[in-house]
Nanobody, 114 residues
Framework: QVQLVESGGGLVQPGGSLRLSCAAT????????MGWYRQAPGKERELVAT???????NYADFVKGRFTISRDNTKNTVYLQMNSLKPEDTAVYYC????????WGQGTRVTVSS
């Protein structure tokens, strides 16, 4: 079994920054791809960014240049540095990890508002 726990969400003003973390625990040897997704009220969950075990990254167009995904394989943790936040970034952010299958965290809420 694999557990993912996100942290770092909160309320931030437009133009501000937040750093999300997601730590994986459980019985596994390695994690393959990890990623961040988000779901805004009334909308479907959408991909934000992904990162392979080797560090290759992929971003949704709407976050390119503003968000950075990274991971620390020694800590089984993936991060999402979010800069220049906009009100439309308001959502619940979920991390996922590919181990024996796809696992999801419980989500952390990000609210961008003045």
């Amino acid at each position: 079994q694999v557990q993912l726990v996100e942290s770092g969400g909160g309320l931030v003003q437009p133009g501000g920054s937040l750093r999300l973390s997601c730590a994986a625990t459980g019985n596994f040897r390695r994690i393959n791809d990890m990623g961040w997704y988000r779901q805004a009220p009334g909308k479907e969950r959408e991909l934000v960014a992904t990162i392979t075990s080797g560090g290759s990254t992929n971003y949704a167009d709407f976050v390119k240049g503003r968000f950075t995904i990274s991971r620390d394989n020694t800590k089984n943790t993936v991060y999402l540095q979010m800069n220049s936040l906009k009100p439309e970034d308001t959502a619940v952010y979920y991390c996922n990890a590919e181990v024996y299958g796809i696992y999801w965290g419980q989500g952390t809420r990000v609210t961008v508002s003045s």
